[in-house]
């Protein structure tokens, strides 16, 4: 039969993840001869062979590859006949200005999981194991194409044994990059008080002794340090938060398996899904009355967030032992709003009078990457966090889109870099309010732009000039000459909820952007914003009333001034039981007074976030806050599931007035109804607002899409009851799927509105 020559081009996350491997098993076993290499944007593959066994080639690739694979796209061309005498996997040949998407860092395969519990295995005990499936990826890599020497294991030599395995294309370690074994690769190590008190197996020991005992201890892991200690030891957990520093956010916790966590917490099927999944993210749970974790540990709040170990280390250190605790806390090694640590001399200077002990080992860290945290909400999954495990992954874009840079809210930042159809939308960077994030961000975006050959042709940031990511914008475009588009935030949030949903239509939608807060087109901050509009423009429709926000920005850590603002808004006596007015002393009231009736460094606010802090206070719940949203999260946790009643808004032209409501629930709270009924009606408000909102506009204008976004959609009261009451009300409803509601998605929306407005 003649032979025919087919030259092909695979696209996607094709490097790292055991690809040239398969095209070799499936060149060899169809008889073809020929070679394959990776370049710089993707695998190449150049095969001779007869007709049937070349069709079938094409179709194992597209139907059966790898497991951690990702094809976006495969083309393919005639090519003549070479002659070729075997099937070779050939050098990277690197193409400047090409690029690839690269592999998010990946949870440990069974079959590394079963060799390292094998005593007969070489790699028995070894806290590194990897294979092609699995091991460390985005974390380690300084460059692309993804090989050795472009990542950090670049300075370990591997031993003859794992040399044979690399080198061999049948192996599962064939070209796996951070391959490593007990006799050639990275070691663990323990120190405390600058002494190196053990190591190898001796420091995993010592470790867990220390933890048994409730030290805390810092543990080098795959995208940082986290602080460890017990998470059912009270005094332990204590501890570690008085060290962290004014902090009531809650610890995230770990176990070796799901056992523990269905002890702890109620676990619906997609919540196991979610655990086990491949990323691995903490997962937010209901906690089970009865559960054993110290109170500290997510004070206030009924939900824990649990992550099962993801790495080989993880596995060792947790393995379950007599008398060994079973949920450790994993909360992220740094103190209060600083970047997690990931550098050891730097984790060493920053963590010494955090941690009791230091865990640690010599594979460097590349990129510092944090827990991603996803949670359960109308029954899909949900992104609170999007990091380790998804970022770098890129969001596909329906429609190409020129090359920007996306800068970023303020708080919860990430950065977005857009090429193509691909958003690049970063892993979580922070909130940009110290000079070490700031460092980290600005690293990142010169990391993310070597590693996918991005050089932006315009920059998009949020409309707030003193945001430090939108001061770097500023900058980088004025060094650069490259256009600068400013972006209203709620305009942002509506724009990434589309792209999000891979939205194509220029036809606007209602858009719900209901957060903490946002500079608005009028210099006022916004918040409660119900909007129309597409990528390109917005109309403001409605908007929760202004009031003044007293002390601007720090008004978010005192609920109780905020509750006395909106009473004096409406006109309200601050009457002396009222929780918020007994918070207070005589001397602030009067001060907050004069600074209400006066307008001093009280700018108006229509904030969302800030009206679920006063009613938070109102009721008595959180009168000052540590960290934003921890009112409204503890409002949210009081609310009866059971209760249907609801308050009035007020609503004239396009101002909704909360007036009418705080008078009914003070009607409430007087008449001595329990908390739980006056948050739920607190919350039930809002949704029946929400409702009768779009249902207006649907009247007036034919729009039946709605699109929610911004961080109040993360409370999941508000959130179920709000779809489900539009979705029963015929209403399409755009929610976040692949990326945050919260500004954790500020970078893409800020993307696809400078991109449509420079397209035109
Ligand atoms: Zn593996
Ligand atoms: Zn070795
Ligand atoms: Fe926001």
Request: charged share 20%.
């Amino acid at each position: 039969m003649e032979l025919v020559g087919l030259k092909i081009w695979v696209g996607g996350i094709v490097q790292g993840v055991g690809f040239r491997p398969f095209v070799y098993s499936q060149a060899t076993r169809l008889q073809l001869t020929g070679w394959v290499r990776n370049t710089s944007s993707g695998v190449e593959i150049e095969i001779n062979g007869n007709p049937t066994q070349v069709e079938e080639f094409m179709k194992a690739l597209s139907n059966n590859p790898p497991p951690l694979a990702r094809i976006d796209s495969i083309e393919s061309q005639a090519c003549p006949v070479n002659g070729y005498l075997s099937f070779d996997i050939i050098a990277s040949q690197p193409n400047p200005g090409d690029f690839l998407p690269i592999s998010p860092d990946m949870t440990i395969c069974e079959d590394c999981q079963r060799e390292l519990f094998d005593p007969s295995d070489r790699r028995y005990r070894y806290p590194f194991i990897n294979c092609t499936n699995c091991g460390p990826r985005f974390t380690i890599i300084q460059d692309i194409p993804y090989d050795r020497p472009k990542t950090t294991m670049s300075a370990f030599k591997m031993c003859a044994n794992c040399e044979r395995e690399y080198q061999d294309p049948l192996d599962r370690r064939f070209h796996a990059q951070p391959t490593a074994c007990p006799e050639c690769g990275p070691q663990l190590w323990f120190e405390a008080n600058g002494q190196r008190l053990a190591e190898k197996e001796a420091a995993l020991a010592t470790a867990r002794d220390w933890l048994k005992r409730g030290k805390i201890l810092a543990i080098k892991g795959l995208g940082g340090y986290h602080l460890a200690c017990d998470a059912t030891n009270t005094g332990a957990v204590a501890e570690l938060r008085i060290r962290k520093r004014r902090n009531d956010k809650a610890f995230a916790l770990m176990t070796f398996d799901l056992s523990s966590v269905e002890r702890e917490c109620f676990l619906s099927p997609l919540e196991r899904e979610a655990l086990l999944s491949r990323p691995r993210p903490i997962v937010l749970l209901e906690r089970r009355p009865g559960s054993m974790v110290a109170a500290e540990v997510a004070p206030n709040q009924h939900t824990l967030g649990f992550m099962l170990a993801y790495t080989p280390l993880h596995l060792l250190l947790m393995e379950p032992a007599p008398g060994f605790p079973e949920i450790l806390v994993m909360t992220s090694g740094n103190q209060s709003e600083e970047p997690i640590a990931y550098q050891d001399e730097d984790a060493r200077q920053r963590l010494v009078g955090l941690a009791d002990g230091f865990l640690m080992h010599n594979r460097p860290i590349f990129m510092r990457v944090d827990d991603s945290v996803v949670r359960v909400m109308h029954n899909k999954l949900y992104y609170l966090r999007r990091s380790r495990g998804y970022a770098p992954d890129p969001i596909h874009l329906k429609k190409e889109v020129p090359s920007i840079l996306a800068a970023g809210a303020e708080l919860k930042n990430t950065f977005c870099l857009t090429r193509q159809n691909y958003a690049f939308l970063s892993h979580h960077i922070g909130d940009l309010e110290n000079f070490e994030t700031l460092q980290s961000y600005e690293e990142g975006i010169a990391h993310f732009e070597r590693l996918f050959r991005i050089h932006p042709e315009a920059i998009a940031c949020d409309l707030h000039p003193n945001y430090l990511s939108t001061r770097y914008a500023q900058n980088r475009a004025e060094q650069e000459h490259l256009n600068v588009y400013a972006i209203q935030h709620h305009h942002a949030h509506l724009a990434a909820c589309l792209a999000d949903n891979n939205w194509v239509s220029a036809e606007p939608v209602i858009g719900l952007s209901f957060d903490g807060t946002g500079l608005g087109s009028d210099n006022a901050i916004w918040g409660g914003e119900v909007l129309l509009g597409n990528y390109k423009s917005y109309q403001r429709i409605y908007h929760l009333a202004y009031v003044p926000l007293p002390g601007g920005d720090a008004a978010v850590h005192k609920p109780a001034r905020m509750a006395l603002a909106h009473l004096w808004q409406a006109g309200l006596d601050w009457e002396i039981d009222l929780p918020p007015v007994e918070a207070l002393c005589a001397d602030e009231r009067t001060a907050l007074r004069t600074q209400l009736e006066h307008r001093l460094n009280a700018p108006d606010t229509s904030s969302m976030g800030r009206f679920f802090d006063a009613a938070s206070a109102l009721l008595g719940v959180r009168e000052k806050a540590n960290y934003e949203g921890q009112a409204a999260i503890e409002l949210e946790a009081a609310a009866s599931p059971d209760e249907l009643s609801a308050y009035e808004f007020g609503i004239e032209n396009d101002i909704i007035d909360p007036g009418p409501l705080w008078v009914s629930m003070l009607h409430d709270w007087r008449a001595g109804l329990p908390l739980p009924v006056l948050s739920a009606r607190f919350h039930n408000s809002l949704v029946n607002l929400v409702v009768q909102l779009c249902q207006t506009i649907r009247q007036q204008q034919g729009i039946d899409t709605v699109a929610l976004s911004g961080g109040v959609w993360q409370n999941r009261y508000l959130y179920e009851r709000s779809v489900k009451g539009l979705q029963k009300d015929g209403f399409k409803v755009l929610v976040h799927r692949r990326t945050p509601p919260n500004d954790g998605c500020i970078a893409l929306g800020q993307a696809l509105v400078a991109a449509t407005t420079m397209v035109g």
